[in-house]
């Protein structure tokens, strides 16, 4: 794996945990084990001080920053302030996490992400959430483009193309990207918290 230096700091983010991408039953299996996981992990890093990000998928209605595909349909979905939009009840969501809004794949493409994690000097981004094959691993390859040291919570995230996941994850693997299971993800941050110090720049809040 990518090597981190004692004390690095993680942040985790939760992508796409929205009932939108859950409307169909094949698209919900395994969803509640992957919401206790990443339940887990919140309270893990809510005890630890670092930053949990809700990072969403969101759309303006007037349509001025609508995707490709429903600008060709003419078709909206995930609008602001809509219940499809909102973060999955179940899910941990507290008003001291960071919420993110996205319009493309990435947590990181054109959001202030990227800045605001490296002012609360975070080394490492945990990712969880849906999907493992589109916005999951979108936002784990941009992380190490913001030259962060990747990491991917294998049970606390979902897909319907198990296949086409595995073989990604591989490649996470392959890369030296911290790939882990939600048990030894916890016992890594203990480890890093030990020496880890929490600095908040004036003005930087954790929403």
Request: hydrophobic share 40%; charged share 30%.
């Given at each position: 794996m990518l090597p981190v230096e004692s004390?690095?700091?993680s942040a985790l983010?939760?992508?796409d945990m929205q009932p939108f991408f859950f409307r169909q039953p094949e698209r919900r299996k395994n969803l509640d084990k992957v919401i206790a996981?990443?339940?887990r992990l919140i309270a893990k890093f809510e005890l630890l001080g670092w930053p949990v990000i809700h990072a969403i998928t969101a759309y303006h209605a007037d349509g001025s920053?609508?995707?490709?595909k429903m600008r060709i349909s003419g078709q909206p979905e995930l609008i602001e302030g809509s219940p499809e939009a909102a973060v999955l009840p179940e899910i941990m969501a507290s008003e001291r996490h960071w919420v993110v809004t996205k319009t493309r794949y990435s947590a990181f493409f054109k959001t202030d992400l990227?800045?605001?994690?490296?002012?609360?000097?975070v080394g490492r981004v945990i990712v969880?959430?849906?999907?493992t094959h589109y916005c999951v691993n979108a936002t784990v390859f941009d992380a190490y483009c913001h030259d962060f040291v990747p990491g991917l919570v294998t049970d606390a995230v979902i897909s319907h193309l198990e296949?086409?996941?595995r073989c990604i994850?591989?490649?996470?693997v392959r890369n030296g990207y911290h790939v882990l299971p939600t048990d030894d993800c916890l016992q890594d941050l203990d480890r890093q918290a030990t020496s880890a110090q929490t600095p908040v720049e004036p003005g930087e809040s954790h929403r």
């Open positions: 004390g690095t700091r983010v939760i992508v996981n990443i339940n920053d609508w995707d490709l990227a800045e605001r994690l490296h002012r609360q000097a969880t959430g849906a999907y296949e086409e996941s994850v591989a490649r996470m």
